[in-house]
């Protein structure tokens, strides 16, 4: 059964159109990531599917039972906020409490659920303060307790990490990532962190102006995306994307700079490449920084599938964990990642080794993935 | 303009033109020039004439100021006379009256309008209009409405209700309770500007919390939003409280103290000590002992507001 069912939502804010037309569908126990830069609706999003915001068209379905029109305190979600909203007059007791006061639970209860999330969090020596005396982490702790002490259809987190340092970020990640795991709970996350995106996300809804650009598991959004924009939003360093020509007889060849002294030749491996009909047309071609790095590096592939080619090294940033290269390509600027301790000289050519099966295509004009 | 501001900076402060330097000198005079001389004048104004007044208070003055001592004769007399006690029981009726009210309408009318209303600017408006009017017209106005022989009474018996009572006007009993209605009537708009400002200012995520977490509209004002305004109630209590004490003019028009001395308040004595029946002395007496009323209003909350700043600053 689909534990969240978004149907053709659309919603406008004046002459601005901020959802043009959402479709996605989760499963039960599921962790869907919204991801997008700011602005791209993902906010918008999930305030509609809490009930916070009307769509003007379309559905939603919690479980089964479309909510459109149902308020947001009998939908039986629960939420964290960027902000964390807590109640500052309550005690971190009284802000988790609040909820199963409002629904009438009984007492004994209430305070079993209450000992359960504070164990759980390990948040049972703050019960007692007010939220003004708490940490940013250990606020972060509290609104997710306040989430979790119900057991609700769907989990929906507005950024809850982005007030937090980097730290602190990474570990808070982890730990929601594990409770997802433990509880099997269906959980909706709004991010524009593409690292958390990808490290916590069962499925990845990429945004990007009020539209689904690609909704699939991680590896797919990020070894395949569906387009530029995808290929450009996702990963750090993101995609190189750079233009070139396929010509080629019976093995695609993709040119990058073609017609210069310096130009590039990639032959593409056999299967899974362009349709016949894109031949000797312009493309633009992707390719992950991590699948260029230094020669004599096989990314555990047969030979034949990767090439080695000479390249001019523009610069050097040593990482610590490995070197990020700024060289070119046929004239365009490309990025690659080589071990840490390779160190190209920069001014002169350097020899790197290709990945050729991780090469995207895609169409200049519609930005779509070819192949 | 990176270019410009670099030439700006690139110019030594010595070689400004001479006007330009005189624009800075009187730039950081200005506000000096116009914070000061008003402040030492209030100052002067106030706090001389205070202390004039508790001086006089312990004189046997009359019509004319006398400089004889006489030590806190005038406070006893003002203190023994029937008149000052009855003024002060209606100052309780009245000022617990009028402060309950006005909060109470303040605050409905706080959370009516923020729902969301269409044309909200027009009724804040039109509720805060009756603070511009001053407080003699208010009286005036409520003496006419109030008037049982051409108000509310007249307008209802008019529409063919002829037993119809509402002469509290003219009651003993319940006269007081029309300068509640009256000062509620002015007063209520304020206090809603206070605690509609204050509903606004509250985090709207918290909004959203509760209603994710269940709770109705009543539910969220009551446990959410009022206890997150509690500042704004104190504030509003003690302004409305020391408008309660210092009001003078509204009885003056709307009831004149009567019927009888049912709505006496303790500034209405003040000046008919000092203005009509010439004792100055008294009437200085019964003015000190209203400002130390207003004293033990206004100290405890300044020491509240500084005990609140300083948990702040330490909680950040």
Redesign the interface.
């Known amino acids: 059964m689909s534990a969240l069912v978004i149907r053709g939502v659309r919603k406008r804010f004046g002459a601005q159109e901020v959802l043009k037309g959402i479709d996605i569908a989760a499963e039960s126990g599921e962790f869907i990531v919204l991801v997008g830069p700011s602005g791209c609706g993902k906010s918008t999003l999930l305030?509609i599917v809490?009930?916070?915001e009307q769509p003007d068209a379309g559905d939603v379905e919690i479980a089964g039972r479309v909510v459109t029109r149902v308020?947001?305190?009998d939908?039986d979600?629960?939420?964290v906020?960027?902000?964390y909203?807590?109640?500052?007059?309550?005690t971190v007791r009284q802000n988790i409490t609040?909820?199963m006061e409002?629904?009438g639970v009984p007492k004994r209860q209430q305070a079993e659920a209450l000992a359960r999330t504070a164990r759980l969090l390990q948040i049972e020596a703050l019960l007692e303060r007010k939220p003004?005396?708490l940490s940013g982490g250990q606020r972060q702790r509290v609104a997710m307790g306040?989430a979790l002490v119900r057991d609700p259809l769907l989990f929906l987190f507005d950024e809850p990490l982005s007030n937090l340092d980097a730290k602190l970020r990474v570990e808070m990640r982890m730990e929601i990532k594990q409770l997802h795991r433990r509880i099997g709970a269906t959980m909706v996350y709004v991010t524009h962190d593409q690292i958390e995106a990808m490290t916590m996300a069962t499925r990845i809804a990429v945004m990007h102006q009020g539209a689904v650009q690609q909704f699939a598991d991680p590896d797919t959004v990020y070894n395949r995306p569906a387009n530029l924009f995808v290929a450009r939003f996702m990963g750090a360093p993101p995609m190189n994307t750079v233009a070139a020509r396929l010509v080629g007889g019976e093995r695609p060849v993709a040119v990058i700079g073609a017609g210069r002294p310096d130009e590039i030749r990639l032959t593409l491996p056999a299967e899974g490449g362009p349709p016949p009909g894109w031949r000797n047309r312009e493309v633009v071609l992707g390719i992950r920084p991590e699948a260029i790095a230094e020669a004599g590096r096989r990314f555990g592939a047969e030979e034949g599938s990767f090439s080695t080619l000479e390249a001019p090294v523009e610069m050097t940033e040593p990482t610590g964990a490995e070197t990020i290269v700024m060289m070119r390509l046929g004239g365009e600027p490309v990025l690659g990642r080589v071990a840490p301790d390779v160190r190209p000289v920069v001014g002169g050519a350097a020899r790197f080794a290709v990945d050729t099966r991780r090469i995207c295509l895609f169409d200049p004009a519609t930005e779509q993935l070819i192949a | 303009m990176p270019a410009g501001t670099a030439a700006v900076a690139g110019v030594p402060p010595l070689a400004r033109p001479a006007p330009a330097r005189w624009r800075g000198w009187l730039g950081r005079l200005a506000p000096h020039l116009v914070l000061w001389p008003p402040l030492l004048v209030s100052v002067l104004h106030v706090v001389s004439f205070t202390a004039y007044t508790t001086w006089i208070s312990f004189t046997p003055s009359t019509l004319l100021p006398e400089y004889d001592w006489v030590g806190v004769q005038n406070y006893v007399s003002v203190l023994n006379s029937r008149n000052w006690k009855i003024a002060y029981s209606n100052l309780v009726i009245y000022g617990c009256g009028f402060v309950l009210l006005t909060t109470a309408l303040g605050l409905l009318l706080a959370v009516l309008i923020d729902q969301r209303i269409r044309a909200e600017n027009l009724f804040r408006t039109i509720f805060l209009y009756p603070m511009a009017v001053s407080f003699v017209v208010t009286g005036t106005v409520w003496a006419w409405l109030l008037n049982p022989g051409i108000g509310i009474q007249h307008l209802v018996r008019g529409f063919g209700w002829a037993g119809f009572r509402f002469d509290w006007l003219v009651d003993r009993e319940m006269a007081i309770y029309t300068i509640v209605i009256a000062g509620a009537w002015q007063a209520s708009g304020f206090a809603m500007a206070l605690f509609l400002a204050g509903i606004r200012s509250v985090?709207a995520?918290?909004y959203?919390?509760?209603?994710?977490?269940?709770?109705?509209p009543w539910?969220i004002y009551r446990?959410?939003v009022l206890?997150?305004i509690?500042p704004i109630f104190i504030a509003v209590l003690v302004i409305l409280l020391q408008f309660a004490i210092k009001t003078f003019d509204l009885v003056r028009a709307l009831t004149g103290g009567g019927p009888g001395l049912a709505t006496q308040l303790p500034t209405l004595v003040v000046y008919d000590l000092m203005f009509q029946r010439g004792l100055l002395g008294r009437g200085a007496a019964a003015a000190v002992m209203l400002l130390l009323s207003l004293l033990v209003v206004l100290l405890p909350y300044f020491a509240y507001a500084r005990w609140r700043k300083r948990r702040e600053a330490r909680?950040g």
């Open positions: 305030n809490a009930g916070l308020p947001p305190k939908r979600i629960a939420m906020f960027q902000s909203a807590l109640y500052p007059t309550m609040f909820g409002c629904r003004a005396q306040r | 985090d995520d918290l959203r919390a509760a209603q994710i977490d269940g709770a109705g539910r446990r959410v206890p997150c509690g909680h």
